[in-house]
């Protein structure tokens, strides 16, 4: 079992910068890749952006492209998401998944992942 912990939600204004952590129990993502997934709410969970170390690409929403970005810290015990010129529509929970790695593509789907975290709440208000 492995216990996923993200931080770094909070409120922010129209255009203005967060940056959301994920780190699993300690161990290193190596053998893992990450995705990121929202929930707003009344509406069901959705796809944000998602990394593959074994095929080294990125995966991104349209909804997010060139304003998320997905990175690890250099040990890759630590899965960022740099979300710059938020908009009110990234209002949600954020929660970071893993699965097992060595596969071919980029993991979009919910069900791609096994493990998920409890979600850290997002909220851009004016």
């Known amino acids: 079992q492995v216990h996923l912990v993200e931080s770094g939600g909070g409120l922010a204004q129209p255009g203005a910068s967060l940056r959301l952590s994920c780190a699993a129990s300690g161990r290193s993502f190596s053998s893992f890749d990450v995705g990121w997934f929202r929930q707003a709410p009344g509406k069901e969970r959705e796809f944000v952006a998602a990394?593959?170390?074994?095929?080294?690409?990125?995966g991104y929403a349209d909804s997010v492209k060139g304003r998320f970005t997905i990175s690890n810290d250099i040990t890759r015990t630590t899965v960022y998401l740099q979300m710059n010129s938020l908009k009110l529509e990234d209002t949600a929970v954020y929660y970071c998944?893993?699965?097992?790695?060595?596969?071919?593509?980029?993991?979009?789907?919910?069900?791609?992942?096994?493990?998920w975290g409890q979600g850290t709440q997002v909220t851009v208000s004016s």
């Open positions: 990394i593959n170390w074994n095929v080294g690409r990125t």
């Open positions: 998944a893993i699965r097992r790695g060595g596969l071919p593509t980029v993991g979009l789907r919910q069900t791609d992942y096994d493990y």
